[in-house]
């Protein structure tokens, strides 16, 4: 039986797209269903194009509304893939360890609260760093802040822009999220994917 997928979007969803593509055939898992807090999120077609129902929260904030959208699809696995709002106390409850995030960079550093979109590279650029890339991490109540299962790191180069780091790192995020996804849907939780695996 198939792991079932709910992919949450607030943006243009290549994250989701890579999902899409990626678990089809032969792979253990599905994406069941697409949510959005925003009607305009370039995902929502994405979704469609694919055949996945995708809905739009009417409150981003209202867990039971969650609660019944993703009871309805029987979702096993909720992947945040550029969701920008905070996932309700009472979702995080009840799909305890069971939520994932993707974050542009090495988390602990260059997350938290307002740190999305090309904040993130600014800040990573600002500090030096002579690395990034993404990091997949459960979800709790707080930003940024659950345990990793998985990071892989890019160069960062000298002449970057906060423009050409964000490709760099989006490149490898669309390998690593349904790397992590199938690796949950082989193990019936989410699991940690270490570099080597
Ligand atoms: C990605 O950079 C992801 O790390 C972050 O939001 C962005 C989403 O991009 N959480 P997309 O909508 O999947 O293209």
Redesign the pocket.
Same mark, same amino acid.
């Given at each position: 039986m198939s792991y079932r997928v709910a992919v949450c979007?607030s943006?243009? *969803?290549?994250?989701?797209q890579a999902l899409l593509d990626r678990l089809q055939g032969e792979a253990p898992a599905r994406v069941v269903l697409v949510l959005s807090n925003r009607a305009d999120a370039g *995902?929502l077609e994405r979704a469609r194009q694919a055949g996945v129902p995708a809905e739009v929260l009417s409150d981003p904030a209202d867990a039971s509304e969650w609660i019944t959208r993703l009871g309805r699809r029987d979702v096993d696995l909720l992947v945040? #893939? *550029?969701y920008l709002k905070l996932v309700p106390p009472g979702v995080v409850q009840k799909y305890a360890g069971r939520i994932l995030?993707?974050?542009?960079a090495l988390l602990p550093a260059f997350g938290g609260a307002g740190m999305? *979109?090309t904040r993130v590279h600014e800040a990573v650029l600002a500090s030096g760093a002579t690395e990034s890339g993404?990091t997949v991490h459960l979800v709790d109540e707080v930003y940024d802040r659950g345990a990793i299962l998985a990071q892989r790191r890019v160069p960062v180069l000298p002449d970057d822009t906060p423009d050409r780091l #964000?490709a760099r790192?989006?490149a490898v995020?669309h390998a690593l999220l349904p790397e992590v996804v199938l690796a949950a849907a082989r193990a019936g939780r989410p699991v940690p994917v270490p570099e080597e695996a």
């Open positions: 979007i943006g243009g *969803g290549s994250n989701l *995902g945040l #893939a *550029g995030n993707v974050h542009p999305y *979109g993404p #964000a790192v989006l995020e």
